[in-house]
């Protein structure tokens, strides 16, 4: 694998933004005792999800993660205890925050009996006691597949449930700690089989070495399980521990790749370098909602 390229591309560059949203969300994570990947992630975007559009993506299940993905700087370990009144806080946290659409992810907790579905489940309960008209996305781990911890998360009824397939199938195995491409995708299907109207949702990081070709195999690897909507970005090292990026993919790849997903038939696909999961997901699903509305108008 070729070493990191000296310089970032200029698309890349991101501008501070400490507003005073800002300073508000990263207080109040602070008094709710939560944590979100976005700081822990060092996700590229949280000066402008947090100064510019006042959302944030809640990480539940503590800060400590049982794997040790090669491209995730998010910290591994063995987590302590599950805090079951973490659910309440975060819905105090979004109703604090007047969210529309809640987003919510979680660490791989493969210690636990169930994986952390039923402390999901729990939370979007709580979401919905306390924010009956807030819609909520969750990120989810592959649960190693257990059937019923995917039925928990999926019989709480989310609003859109995710699960990032990350890579190519080729990078799987360098990428991803105790993962597995097929999981990923039995994941995603599963969820289509419990309940048809639940939206789902995947990613994938480009720069890691994939080609064109496999990524697009990886798409349609995506539709053939089922899935609505789809995020590409470009993987930035977050530190020297992780893999080094690779390629910069332009933000004219992305564009092509966007209109590639949606003639595949995706019903969304934000495309491009500073692009993840959460990102503008309460806009994304919006406009989901607009095209069912269109289309029942037809």
């Known amino acids: 694998m070729s070493s990191l390229p000296e310089r970032k591309p200029e698309w890349l560059h991101i501008r501070l933004n400490t507003s005073p949203s800002y300073v508000f969300l990263k207080r109040l994570v602070r008094e709710e005792g939560l944590h979100t990947v976005c700081e822990e992630a060092r996700c590229p975007n949280l000066q402008e999800c947090w100064g510019s559009h006042r959302t944030a993506s809640f990480m539940i299940l503590g800060d400590t993660c049982t794997r040790r993905c090669r491209f995730c700087a998010v910290k591994t370990g063995l987590p302590r205890a599950v805090d079951r009144l973490e659910p309440a806080r975060v819905a105090r946290a979004v109703r604090r925050m007047d969210l529309r659409h809640a987003h919510v992810t979680m660490v791989n907790r493969d210690d636990l009996p169930d994986g952390g579905a039923s402390l ?177 108008g037809a």
């Open 120 to 296: 999901m489940a729990a939370t979007v309960l709580a979401i919905r006691g306390e924010n009956p008209d807030c819609s909520i996305e969750l990120l989810c781990s592959d649960f190693m597949g257990d059937p019923r911890a995917i039925r928990l998360v999926v019989d709480s009824r989310p609003d859109i449930l995710s699960h990032n397939l990350e890579t190519v199938r080729r990078l799987t195995p360098l990428v991803r700690s105790r993962s597995d491409y097929d999981r990923s995708l039995g994941f995603l299907r599963q969820v289509r089989s419990l309940d048809p109207a639940t939206v789902t949702k995947s990613s994938l990081m480009l720069g890691l070495g994939e080609s064109y070709d496999e990524v697009v195999q990886a798409m349609h690897d995506l539709r053939g399980a089922g899935t609505d909507m789809l995020n590409l970005g470009q993987y930035l090292q977050p530190g020297r521990t992780q893999l080094p990026v690779v390629r910069y993919w332009t933000p004219e790849d992305f564009a092509r790749l966007r209109v590639l997903a949606l003639r595949l038939g995706f019903r969304h696909c934000e495309a491009g370098p500073l692009v993840r999961s959460s990102y503008h997901a309460g806009q994304q699903f919006q406009d989901l909602r607009q095209q069912r509305r269109h289309a029942a």
